[in-house]
């Protein structure tokens, strides 16, 4: 049996990591990780808070050492080697989709689904592949699956340009 400080609340949801052990999700906002193995079962290895609310889904990608929790329409990612928040990773959700409810990851990172309790299903790109080309001072960027930026590498990076792609490059 497990025993974790009343301030962590209620167990709401968990992900196995590894052979042995659980990572957990608490009403409090608290994710801790414990120990499943015989000689030390329970004992809380690291834990972290991710603000005053509930978790309400939680995902692990063991590829990328990272776990990704979802509270108050906001996902929030974590390193599991630092145990750490990467706050430049996080995603906020539209109030009008609802409550997300569960959250996958790909295997290899690049995708995150979400599913909601207003019926949305939203896919979120992780991992932006790397496609790029230089000329002289200036780089053309994949900025997003359908949009290439224009660069000025010796003036700070300005940016020069946008376009929208009519069709998703291929990453072949």
């Known amino acids: 049996m497990f025993n974790f400080h009343a301030s962590y609340g209620k167990a709401n949801l968990f992900e196995w990591y590894g052979d042995n052990r659980l990572i957990i999700g608490f009403s409090s906002g608290m994710i801790s990780m414990?120990?499943?193995?015989?000689?030390?079962?329970?004992?809380?290895?690291?834990?972290?808070s991710t603000g005053n609310s509930p978790i309400e889904a939680l995902v692990l990608n063991q590829d990328l050492q990272k776990i990704a929790t979802a509270s108050n329409g906001v996902i929030k990612f974590y390193d599991l080697r630092e145990w750490a928040e990467v706050p430049q990773e996080k995603i906020e959700i539209q109030?009008?989709?609802?409550?997300?409810?569960?959250?996958?990851?790909?295997?290899?990172?690049?995708?995150?689904?979400?599913?909601?309790?207003?019926?949305?299903?939203?896919?979120?790109?992780?991992?932006?592949?790397?496609?790029?080309?230089?000329?002289?001072?200036?780089?053309?960027?994949?900025?997003?699956?359908?949009?290439?930026?224009?660069?000025?590498?010796?003036?700070?990076?300005?940016?020069?340009?946008?376009?929208?792609?009519?069709?998703?490059?291929?990453?072949?």
């Open 34 to 48: 414990v120990s499943t193995r015989s000689e030390d079962i329970g004992q809380e290895i690291n834990s972290i």
């Open 95 to 172: 109030k009008g989709c609802g409550k997300i409810m569960k959250m996958h990851w790909t295997t290899d990172g690049s995708i995150m689904t979400v599913t909601t309790s207003n019926g949305y299903f939203l896919g979120f790109l992780t991992i932006i592949p790397s496609l790029c080309s230089a000329f002289d001072i200036y780089a053309g960027l994949l900025s997003s699956l359908t949009e290439v930026s224009v660069v000025a590498c010796a003036k700070s990076n300005v940016l020069i340009a946008k376009t929208d792609l009519e069709i998703e490059p291929s990453f072949l």
